[in-house]
């Protein structure tokens, strides 16, 4: 699930592919060293503690580290596929070929985008069924809009069948498949409506990554280690390479959103490395791309069917990031329970998990003052000309959830998320669950109070363009007007996990 548009596009340069488990950890590995190998909470060798009992049953943990690939009768001989080690059959590759090979009057540079309609991402992104994993280790992501002189800039509107009906993950995947495949399309992202607030919310994620991504200093053997939830477009590259992270994962159920995200890193990646000097205009660290749902499937599951002994060789990382996305996970207990379950067992003791999320007493204050007005549905709504929310039952007069729970909402932000469903994150509620699996809560501030306490530190850090995309009416440098009311609905977090 792709995080809400607050990604700025940066100038990038060329790069070498990557994406393999060879490249991922082939600056030094642990089996090739004479020093302790870092446990994965993931083996199976290791006797499962008591709190990580209380989720779901441990069966699915049963085949970690072991290489898991399905081939179907149909593609069992086909060469084209055998890179992938995944079942071809149903999955995003043979679609894209199936549709690429169709029809004979488009011009073969951009055969991968001539059915690229809106329509077209909305079928393709229908099924009721989670789509099959999908790892990016070596594909061109062409840009037609590149080859187009200046266009007049247009708002991004999704377009999604039966809206009303379908699931959650359906149009999650739907709306974010779209909105890639738009923002090649709709013109220079500086003429967005809201990219001051897209700065603004970047520069939350530099402070809070630049404040609590922390190298293990207990082994300076194992590579600094970064595992991006619902990674979107790629949009938080660069502030992995501003903390200085060595190696990168990142999974998205958006399938075009991990193909961009892939060729980000593909453009910029640094084609050549020196101990003495680093290019801080390109990325330094290897990365690893894979299409899967985190709230429905365990890491495991996503990664080893296309990097076999990934678990076993990289894992406990450093930090798990999850930047405005958790939201989606409330829908059931047992989505946010697999969601916290994978990110503790993702984690190496001390390691931190990051989050951004609408912030729960933000809403609850709206609730309570009855800041909110009654449409012709009957429905209750507040925001302002930027961002909106919409309940679809009437909230508590309190403003507090029960259960906590598929509280729903359809949240709209212009330009960027068109009226899709979230649900309220009673932030107690999360703090609770994350406890029961070994997560203790570190900081919590609302973005506003961030920004606030922590320019005066990143002000002269911050890519002067960031810094300038922020600049006030008044001269001075944050959010104002509706903008401020619109990045004051969410809140930064950081946990830590526990243990030695």
């Not at 280790?137 to 069948?161: C, M």
């Not at 053997?221 to 501003?242: I, Q, R, S, V, W």
């Amino acid at each position: 699930m792709s995080q809400h548009e607050s990604s700025v596009e940066e100038p990038s340069g060329s790069g070498q592919p990557s994406g393999s488990l060879e490249s991922l950890g082939r600056k030094r590995r642990l089996e090739e060293r004479d020093v302790p190998a870092v446990s994965s909470s993931y083996s199976s060798a290791k006797e499962v503690p008591g709190w990580l009992k209380v989720a779901r049953p441990q069966d699915k943990y049963e085949q970690y580290g072991q290489r898991r690939v399905e081939r179907s009768n149909d593609t069992a001989g086909d060469s084209r596929y055998s890179k992938y080690n995944i079942s071809t059959s149903n999955s995003v590759l043979k679609r894209r070929h199936e549709e690429s090979s169709s029809g004979d009057d488009a011009h073969p540079k951009y055969a991968k985008y001539r059915d690229e309609s809106l329509d077209r991402v909305q079928s393709s992104s229908s099924s009721s069924s989670v789509p099959e994993v999908t790892a990016y280790s070596n594909i061109e992501i062409a840009n037609p809009s590149a080859n187009h002189r200046e266009i007049r800039y247009q708002t991004f509107e999704s377009h999604i069948r039966d809206r009303e009906t379908a699931d959650i993950n359906n149009i999650v995947r739907s709306h974010y498949n779209q909105r890639t495949v738009h923002s090649k399309y709709q013109g220079s992202r500086t003429k967005s409506p809201i990219y001051k607030l897209r700065n603004f919310n970047n520069t939350i994620k530099y402070m809070l990554l630049g404040n609590f991504v922390k190298r293990d200093e207990n082994n300076n053997e194992k590579l600094f280690t970064l595992l991006d939830l619902c990674c979107g477009k790629g949009g938080d590259l660069n502030k992995c390479e501003f903390v200085g992270i060595e190696q990168y994962i990142g999974i998205d159920i958006s399938d075009r959103s991990v193909e961009e995200a892939f060729s980000r890193y593909r453009q910029k990646k640094a084609r050549f490395k020196s101990a003495h000097r680093k290019d801080n205009t390109k990325y330094n660290f290897e990365a690893c791309f894979a299409t899967g749902d985190c709230f429905g499937q365990t890491i495991p599951e996503i990664l080893e069917p296309n990097f076999p002994g990934i678990i076993d060789r990289t894992f406990p990382v450093d930090c798990v990031s999850i930047q405005f996305s958790l939201h989606y996970s409330f829908e059931t207990e047992e989505k946010v329970r697999t969601l916290i379950m994978n990110i503790s067992k993702s984690l190496r003791p001390g390691g931190t998990f990051i989050g951004t999320i609408p912030s729960s007493d933000f809403i609850r204050g709206k609730i309570q003052r009855k800041e909110y007005i009654k449409e012709e549905t009957g429905k209750k709504k507040f925001g302002n000309s930027i961002y909106s929310v919409t309940f679809e039952k009437d909230p508590p007069a309190d403003g507090v959830f029960r259960p906590p729970f598929g509280n729903k909402y359809v949240y709209n932000l212009i330009d960027a998320v068109d009226n899709v469903p979230e649900y309220v994150v009673p932030f107690e509620t999360l703090r609770s669950i994350s406890e029961d699996y070994g997560l203790e809560l570190k900081y919590k501030k609302n973005f506003i109070d961030i920004f606030n306490e922590e320019i005066p530190k990143y002000f002269p850090k911050l890519n002067k363009n960031l810094i300038e995309g922020m600049k006030r009416s008044d001269g001075k440098y944050g959010a104002e007007g509706d903008e401020k009311e619109a990045v004051g609905f969410y809140l930064g977090f950081v946990f830590e996990k526990s243990g030695v």
